[in-house]
Every structure is written in structure tokens, then in C-alpha cells.
């Protein structure tokens, strides 16, 4: 949520953070914004799409080596061009861009107030940047210790950048619990909340940790903590392509992620699982497997789709390994006094790493003596780095909103992770650990064979594009399938959609049935296989039009439903891996099918950095 570009250096800054904020728009924001300074601060931004800023800047004085640029997703204030960032300081010297929230803004506010400032837009961004001022006109100081003071009477969470009209040389940046990255060129420094504008430019790249000032000239950077201690730079190399950010000759990038899922699997499983030795390699759960192994519980702490994910892991995991498994929303979590005991393990699931309900949660967690395991996406993120162990995804950059690849990698990171607890506390057999492994080995060919369908896929899309509302049902580890295709329907059609357990179905849902409901169900061959007919039957009474994700040449349900969405044969606690392809398809074509932008869903913002 909100993007955050900034570029020093030789280059003209303006092309570079233009460029920058469109790489950065599947982060989901409603306005957008540039500072640059050159004989002075100038400022542009405008409400809607960086196409939008675009337009409005031409004609102007965009020259300047040093520059700040923003897509801000709406918290305090309306989206307008005067709740835009960058924000301009009282006496216009300087210009702020900020993602996060200030908790405490309100109380600055009335401070500022008092004191004679007049604000000139609705966010808690202009409250701290005049309280900056404040304090830097008051105490003599300089920008950079005027920001030390700031934050240290902060509440919440920020990145943010400031450049100053007066040292057209320097950068300031500080970040507590967002995301930001500094590559590092020659001559020159890029800052971004991720690596997707920096990549083409350079892949050495310093991750900045909470609590630290950046002071950033075109040949220097320095890092500093709140106590002005010097910190000594980590910088790292980028595991990643330009090609990995664009369409590649796809419509979307949505429709581009959903393909790529074969691809991403096997790099997930590669280097990890073999089958032929019957091994599983994990470096950062063996090294603590003594305490993953006899954790007396395990809470699995997430958001959105990696909640369900979290769900499907609850299956497997009680299944293989025999420990109590709990899911808990991070949002809910965080916020009531959970019972933890040291030594139980939480698994924090995040796409990017920055999720901040998951964030504190686990920190919260942290402090009463559990075990962290991260499961993330985005290498050097915070989740990865307060965690205990873990281990990384590898699905690449995940440009559409809606996570699908994310979503299978996690998956099969969560079961290869149970399947080395289950074989270290010998709770599963010697045949079943190898079928297994064997099972999981084959999914990126069953993956591939599963997109194959997307013709006919599509065609079943096109007759329920229109429809209102969907119910998506599933008994096992399908139904948190059935959830996620639920939510997927949700986020890119617009349509509202269910997820229930099937047997929960004539508890209260059954009730919506008609002629005009369309009910997925996800009914792959498995120990539910006969109950879930039966459900089946129930919605063919009342008239319900039935759409199944079925096993190849199950008959049974061919011939009772109106449509059917085939997968390949597989074992049931890997079946969920695949049978959520046609229900990322399916979703995808009825989102296209209605002239939505799929990729950018309305409202909604990639990476959630504030609560």
C-alpha cells in the first residue's frame, strides 16, 4: 500500500521516479506525486493515476537531479490532490513523502495549532512534516536531527523521505515498520518500498531496518540510528530479472502469474525436495528443528489469502505431524491476549513480508517466548528478519493484486515443511513420507496439464459473468479452497461470493438458492468424495446451477453438474495446490469478461503496511 520513490544522482531525477511510481502501481493508490529540487522546491501531484500527474506536469519545469515521488492510498483524507503527497512544509522549503500511519498526529495537530500553523490538507503526513519544522526552526537544528526528535515522539508506523531546498545535495530517510530499499549506483542512489524501480538500474541494494536514518547524498550513504549511532550498511545483491515486472506478452500481469505457476512451484521445490533420495532440504527449519518438533501447539498467524493458505496447513499439518494447530487472523490476534506458552511456534505467512497486523502480531509473540517461523515471499523483508527460521517462497515478484502464484507457493512450502516434522517425530510411515514427496514432486506437470483447460475455462466464465452473487463450497482441505475462490471472485469481478464448508451449507446458506445462484464446488476425489455428491444433489434439487472442480473422469459429478472444471489425479493432501488453478482462471476471465482492470482491483492495495 502507498509507494515510496526517490532518486540522487547524475541522471534526471523526473523519468526515473515517473517510472518508478508506474512499476509500483499494483501496490494499489488513488493519487499520486512529485518533489524536485532545482533553484528551488517544485511540486506536482494530482488525484487518479500516475497517467494523471503525468499529463498535469506537461509543459513544467521538471529539471532536477534530486526528486521525491509518491502513490499514496487513502488513509486520513479523501482522495484530492491536496491529500496528494509530496507535502510542502509551512515555510516551503521542504517537501515529504510518507507511508504508514501516525497514530498520534491528532494530538500534534492541536500542539501545531496552537502554535499558529494552518494545514492545508487532511493527512497525518503534513502534522508530522510541520512538526519537523517545529522543531528544527525552534531548536536551531538541522533537518536530520529535527527528524531524530520527531520520531522519537512518534506513534506508528512511517517511511519516509524529505528533501530540502536548501541542501539540494542530501536525502533524508527513516523508516519503522514499512518497507524500504536503497540500491546503490555509481554516483547515484535509488530509494523505493521495493526493488521493482531499482532493478534495472542496479542490484546492489541495502535493506534499511526500523529505527534507523538514512542520509543519502549521490555518492554516500549513511545510516544512523534514533541515538545518532552510525550503523554499518548490509548491502546485498537482487535475486531478480527485469522480466520478472513485465507482461511479457500477457494481457496481465494476473493472467501472466496464473501461467507462471508451474514454473514457480518447481522453483520452489528445487534444491529442497528429492524425491529419488526421499529427502527434503530446508536450511532454516533443520537448523531448528529440536524446537519445531516439540512445539506443543502451533499457531499459524496471517492475512487474506495467506490465512487460507494457513487453513489448508492446518489440514496437513494435524494430519502428518499430530500437533494442535490453530489459524488465527493476525488483525484479531494482535489486538485480544492470546495465551502463549514459550515454546509454541507461530507461523507468520506473508507475501510481501511487511504485512503489519502480522508484523506486531508475531513481535507480540516474539516477547512471550514463541518460536517464529516466517514463510514469506520477499527476501530481506521484516517478517523474515524477526523471525527465528523460515523459509522463502521463491514465486518471484508478484505484480497483480490478487495473489495466485504466492498463494500455491506458499502451499507447497507449508507441506514440505510438514512433511519434515512428521518424518523427525515419526508420525508418519516410511511409504507415505516417499508417496508423498513423490506426489508433491509431480505437481508443477499436474499444474501445467490443470492450465490447459483455460479455453474451456474461460467459456464457463463467459455464461456467469453477469450473475450477482456465487457460493463456493468444499469439505477438507478443499474448503479453505473454496474460501480462496470465494475471495478471488471478490477482489477481481466484484461479485459477492461465499465460502462455506459443504456440510455447513443447510445451515443457513442453502437458504440463497434459487435458479440464478451459481455454487462452486471443489470436489476432487477424495474421503469426502460420496458426502460432497450429496450436497451436490441438494443444490441440483432447488434448481442451483452447479460449477465443480472434479478429478479427472469422475463421471459421477460430470453428469450431475452444469459445468465441470477437470484437474489431474492427485493425492488429497496435495490436491489443493492444483485445484485452485481453474478457480484463479475462472475468477480471472469473469473480472476481464466485466472491463475491470484485474490487476489494480478497485480499493484494494497489494502490500497492507498499516492496520
Known amino acids: 500500500m502507498c509507494g515510496i520513490v526517490a532518486y540522487i544522482g547524475h541522471r534526471q531525477a523526473y523519468p526515473v521516479i515517473v517510472k518508478g511510481l508506474k512499476r509500483l502501481e499494483y501496490r494499489g ?84 495549532i496552537k502554535k499558529g500553523y494552518q494545514f492545508h490538507s487532511d493527512t497525518d503526513t503534513e502534522v508530522l512534516l510541520y512538526f519537523i519544522e517545529d522543531i528544527q526552526k525552534n531548536n536551531s537544528s538541522t533537518l536530520e536531527e529535527a527528524l531524530r526528535i520527531a520520531l522519537k515522539r512518534v506513534v506508528g508506523a512511517y517511511v519516509i523521505v524529505l528533501i530540502d531546498e536548501d541542501n539540494p545535495d542530501t536525502l533524508i530517510a527513516a523508516r519503522k515498520g514499512s518497507p524500504l530499499v536503497i540500491g546503490i549506483g555509481k554516483g547515484e542512489h535509488f530509494l523505493a518500498s521495493d526493488a521493482s524501480p531499482i532493478i534495472e538500474y542496479t542490484k546492489e541494494v541495502v535493506y534499511v531496518n526500523d529505527y534507523e536514518i538514512a542520509i543519502i547524498k549521490a555518492d554516500e550513504l549513511i545510516l544512523k540510528n534514533l541515538g545518532n549511532e552510525r550503523q554499518t550498511p548490509f548491502i546485498q545483491k537482487l535475486d531478480l530479472e527485469l522480466a520478472a515486472i513485465e507482461k511479457g506478452g500477457y494481457d496481465h500481469f494476473m493472467l501472466k502469474e496464473i501461467f507462471e505457476q508451474p514454473h514457480t512451484i518447481y522453483d520452489c521445490l528445487r534444491g529442497r525436495l528429492d524425491a529419488a533420495q526421499g529427502t527434503i532440504t530446508m536450511s532454516g527449519i533443520q537448523n531448528n528443528m529440536e524446537l519445531i518438533k516439540n512445539a506443543n501447539r502451533i499457531l499459524i498467524i496471517a492475512c487474506g489469502t495467506s490465512w487460507h493458505a494457513g487453513l489448508v496447513a492446518e489440514y496437513v499439518i494435524e494430519e502428518l505431524c499430530r500437533i494442535p494447530v490453530e489459524v488465527e487472523y493476525a488483525s484479531e490476534f494482535r489486538y485480544r491476549n ?92 516410511h511409504d507415505r513420507y516417499i508417496h508423498l514427496l513423490n506426489e508433491l514432486n509431480e505437481v508443477p506437470e499436474k499444474v501445467k496439464h490443470a492450465l490447459e483447460n483455460a ?76 458426502k460432497i455428491i450429496s450436497n451436490i444433489q441438494e443444490i ?26 477437470p484437474i489431474p489425479e492427485a493425492d488429497e493432501l496435495i490436491a489443493p495446490i492444483i485445484s485452485t488453478i481453474p478457480l484463479q482462471l475462472l475468477s480471472y476471465y469473469i473480472g476481464v469478461a466485466r472491463g475491470f482492470d484485474v490487476d489494480k482491483p478497485r480499493n484494494l492495495a497489494k502490500s497492507v503496511t498499516v492496520e
Open 29 to 112: 493508490y488513488d493519487s499520486a506525486g512529485i518533489a524536485l529540487v532545482n533553484h528551488g522546491l517544485k511540486l506536482y501531484k494530482k488525484k487518479g493515476k500516475v497517467a494523471n500527474l503525468e499529463e498535469s506536469t506537461l509543459g513544467q519545469d521538471l529539471e532536477g537531479h534530486i526528486g521525491i515521488g509518491h502513490t499514496r492510498w487513502a488513509t486520513h483524507g479523501e482522495p484530492s490532490d491536496r491529500n496528494a503527497h509530496p507535502h510542502r512544509s509551512a515555510n516551503g522549503k521542504l517537501a515529504m513523502i510518507h507511508n504508514g500511519i501516525i497514530e498520534n498526529y491528532a494530538s500534534l495537530k492541536q500542539e501545531l
Open 540 to 565: 441440483k434439487a432447488r434448481k442451483g446451477k452447479v460449477i465443480a472442480v472434479i478429478t479427472e473422469g469422475d463421471e459421477t459429478i460430470t453428469e450431475m453438474a452444469d459445468d465441470v472444471l
Open 338 to 429: 492470546p495465551i502463549i506458552h514459550k515454546g509454541d511456534m507461530i507461523i507468520a505467512i506473508s507475501q510481501s513480508g511487511e504485512t503489519a497486523d502480522t508484523l506486531v502480531a508475531i513481535e507480540r509473540a516474539k516477547e512471550q517466548g514463541a518460536v517464529i517461523l516466517g514463510i514469506v515471499n520477499v527476501v530481506g523483508s521484516s517478517i523474515s528478519r524477526i523471525s527465528h527460521a523460515g523459509a522463502y517462497t521463491h514465486a518471484g515478484p508478484e505484480i497483480g493484486v490478487a495473489s495466485t502464484k504466492a498463494f500455491t507457493a506458499q502451499l507447497t512450502v507449508l507441506t514440505m515443511v510438514a512433511l519434515m516434522i512428521a518424518k523427525e517425530r515419526n508420525t508418519i510411515s
Open 455 to 530: 479455453d474451456h475455462i474461460k467459456a464457463v466464465a463467459l455464461k456467469y459473468k453477469d450473475v450477482s452473487d456465487a457460493l463456493f463450497l468444499g469439505r477438507g482441505y478443499n474448503f479453505p479452497i473454496a474460501l480462496e475462490g470465494a475471495l478471488k471472485l471478490k477482489e477481481i469481478s466484484y461479485i459477492h461470493a461465499e465460502g462455506y464448508p459443504a456440510a455447513e451449507m443447510k445451515h443457513g446458506p442453502i437458504a440463497l438458492v434459487d435458479e440464478s445462484l451459481p455454487v462452486v464446488f471443489v470436489a476432487t476425489k477424495d474421503t469426502y468424495h460420496q
